[in-house]
């Protein structure tokens, strides 16, 4: 159980997509298609992790070929 003190900073919609580089509709269009990060839906209030949008964008990082992978 999360506990008010325990809770961490949520990104409404508009937030999450813009640290996505993203427009709301998109990032709720994802959404509503299974795909995009990880979201917390009370009543109809969507809220993003900010972790979990950065993981999502960690996931999505390509090292090209000609780079030495670190």
């Known amino acids: 159980m999360l506990l008010a003190?325990?809770?961490?900073?949520?990104?409404?919609?508009?937030?999450?997509?813009?640290?996505?580089?993203?427009?709301p509709g998109?990032?709720?269009?994802?959404?509503?298609?299974g795909r995009g990060p990880a979201f917390f839906?009370?009543?109809?209030?969507?809220?993003?992790?900010?972790t979990d949008i950065d993981a999502y964008l960690g996931r999505r990082r390509v090292v090209?070929?000609?780079e030495e992978r670190a």
Do not use: C, I
Not at 41 to 50: F, I, T
């Open 41 to 50: 839906k009370v009543s109809r209030a969507v809220r993003y992790d900010p």
């Open 64 to 66: 090209p070929a000609n």
């Open 26 to 33: 998109t990032l709720k269009r994802m959404r509503n298609l």
């Open 5 to 23: 003190q325990d809770a961490r900073p949520q990104l409404t919609e508009t937030k999450a997509a813009e640290r996505l580089g993203l427009k």
